[in-house]
């Protein structure tokens, strides 16, 4: 029996699903069913392709992450598989290939290491670093004394990776908690598979006149100009990247909807929170770069992560005496 009542399917019985044993009764159908069957196509494979299938670590929509070995190699790695039904979809395998094509030349402590993307087998993966860690939203959401003690870290390490894609000619494009996977004060950012390649300042204002691009993007932290379907610039990760902050030091991000079009229309159109009244142990001077960050006018933020380091190490983030204290647990 399944958590909430539903049972598996009964070629299930008995499987592993990451380091937990489920005892599965098959005596009835199951309303997961087409979900099961997803899982069961992938994990009833020893291997995909060089890789040895170790552990299930987390499932998707359209992909699923495996902890893999390549034999006789034991370092542990991860292997971003697409389900069966995505196998064929060539919109979900150009994503996949290139996450491949940005992160296999990137090499920095605080991004992920891609290794290969394959779409020699029936499967098309990407293989890339394992990472044990959570992502920050889940730290946030689950560990927020933890978040709140590292912060100051966790934030110099989250900026130094996305500075180093922005080096290497890369617009993020989703930029969120979701993204960045952390352990106390390690910190890995993750998936490139909606990045931009960034434009000449000059070129890409002579495009912004023509045509929209595909907008893609996660709605919360979506800069006004990528919710207009513009030209996109290091400022509009620059902004997603403000939102995140906001969520850090307030556990939440500094805007909410009634419905996804309202929660858009504040991006575009809402006078930016101030951080300081969500959070009063940070410092008026840390509370108006997170302001400026979520200008509506790219031009008004922070032009590089490099600037905004800048003012970051010269602000005090939290007043005398407000620090958070280290957690308990």
Known sequence: MLEGGAVAP????????????????ANSPSLLECRWSNFDVVAGRDFLGPYRLVRLIRAGQSSQVWEAIRDPNPKRIAVK?????????????????????????????DVIEIYEFNQKHELPFVAMQLFNARNLKQEIRERPAHVAYHSVEIVRRCADGLGYLHDQ?????????????????????????????????????LLSG?????????R????????????????????????????????????????????????????????????????????????????????????SMTEFMGEFNEVLVYKPGMRPDPPTD
């Open 10 to 25: 009964r070629h299930l019985t008995g499987i592993e699903i990451g380091q937990t044993h489920w005892r599965i009764r």
């Open 81 to 109: 598989v697409l389900l069966p039904e995505q196998s064929k979809n060539r919109d979900e395998i150009e994503q996949l290939r290139h996450e491949a094509e940005v992160g296999t030349p990137l090499s920095h402590s």
């Open 169 to 205: 000619g890369w617009i993020h494009c989703d930029i969120k908690p979701d993204n960045y996977l952390v352990r106390d004060e390690v910190v890995k950012l993750i998936d490139f598979s909606i990045a931009q390649k960034m434009k000449k300042a000059g070129f890409a204002s």
């Open 210 to 218: 023509f045509g929209k691009s595909k907008i893609r993007g996660t």
């Open 220 to 303: 919360s932290y979506m800069s006004p100009e990528q919710i207009r379907g513009q030209s996109l610039g290091a400022t509009s990760d620059i902004y997603s990247f403000g939102c995140m902050l906001f969520e850090i030091f307030a556990h939440r991000p500094p805007y909410a909807g009634n419905d996804p079009n309202d929660l858009l229309n504040r991006h575009l159109r809402a006078q930016p929170p101030a951080l300081s009244a969500a959070n009063n142990k940070v410092t008026s001077e840390f509370s108006d770069l997170v302001i400026r960050m979520l200008s509506k006018d790219a031009e008004k933020r922070p032009q």
